[in-house]
């Protein structure tokens, strides 16, 4: 088992940031990506970046591309989402995930790839 503990989520205005961590424990060494994903209310949730742990690529939904950030710290088993520019429309609950898949399934961001799942913190940004 793996577990996800997600923090740094709250509130901004427009145009601000925010850096999201997710601190992982357990059989970390079954995994191979980490993902964020997000909800907003009323809507299915989304894939926004992903990592392959192993080699280090990353990859990105388009609606955050230039502004998100993901990135590991593989001493301290964290894996962060740095936030830039935040616009009203990101406001969602976000989610870590941690999976194993190759690395074409890796790159389209796909919720079904992904085993572990955090509690998941709230973003909201407003006007």
């Known amino acids: 088992q793996v577990q996800l503990v997600e923090s740094g989520g709250g509130s901004v205005q427009a145009g601000g940031s925010l850096r999201l961590s997710c601190a992982a424990s357990g059989y970390t060494y079954s995994t191979n990506c980490m993902g964020w994903f997000r909800q907003a209310p009323g809507k299915e949730r989304e894939g926004v970046a992903a990592?392959?742990?192993?080699?280090?690529?990353?990859y990105y939904a388009d609606s955050v591309k230039g502004r998100f950030t993901i990135s590991q710290d593989n001493a301290k088993n964290t894996v962060y989402l740095q936030m830039n520019s935040l616009k009203p429309e990101d406001t969602a609950m976000y989610y870590c995930?941690?999976?194993?898949?190759?690395?074409?399934?890796?790159?389209?961001?796909?919720?079904?790839?992904?085993?572990?799942w955090g509690q998941g913190i709230q973003v909201t940004v407003s006007s």
């Open positions: 995930a941690a999976g194993a898949a190759t690395e074409a399934v890796i790159a389209t961001i796909d919720l079904s790839e992904y085993n572990y």
């Open positions: 990592m392959y742990t192993g080699g280090g690529s990353t």
